[in-house]
């Protein structure tokens, strides 16, 4: 009932900078917590960056003062600011939401991730 649509990926050289975008769609009723998680090739996937409704973040450590994670609560848009890219960030960057949507009589909790993008550093 909610769908999320990733963009921005793609290839970019070691020290760059690349700007992913999501967006959430459907019977939204609320969204909670929003974020990015990535998975390398071989590698299990990992938390990058959430952001909740009040504005709070966190991030993981191998990323903490490159990448910047933003939200616009009335577009139910999320952001991620990568920059000093580096050849380890290389992965497929899923993101993810978790709130509740409206159903015909009420509403229920979703828990949805995005189709990802590929985030490629490379010189």
Excluded at 4 to 9: K, T
Excluded at 15 to 31: D, Y
Excluded at 44 to 63: H, I, M
Excluded at 88 to 106: F, K, N, S
């Amino acid at each position: 009932q909610v769908q999320l649509v990733e963009s921005g990926g793609g290839l970019v050289q070691p020290a760059g900078s690349l700007r992913l975008a999501c967006a959430a769609s459907g019977s939204i009723r609320s969204i909670n917590a929003m974020g990015w998680y990535r998975q390398a090739p071989g590698k299990q996937r990992e938390l990058v960056a959430t952001t909740s409704s009040g504005g709070s973040t966190n991030y993981a450590d191998s990323v903490k003062g490159r990448f910047t994670i933003s939200r616009d609560n009335a577009e139910n848009t999320v952001h991620l600011q990568m920059n000093s890219l580096k050849p380890e960030d290389t992965a497929v960057y899923y993101c993810h939401a978790v709130g509740t949507y409206y159903t015909a009589l009420y509403y229920r909790n979703f828990d949805t991730w995005g189709q990802g993008t590929q985030v490629t550093v490379s010189s």
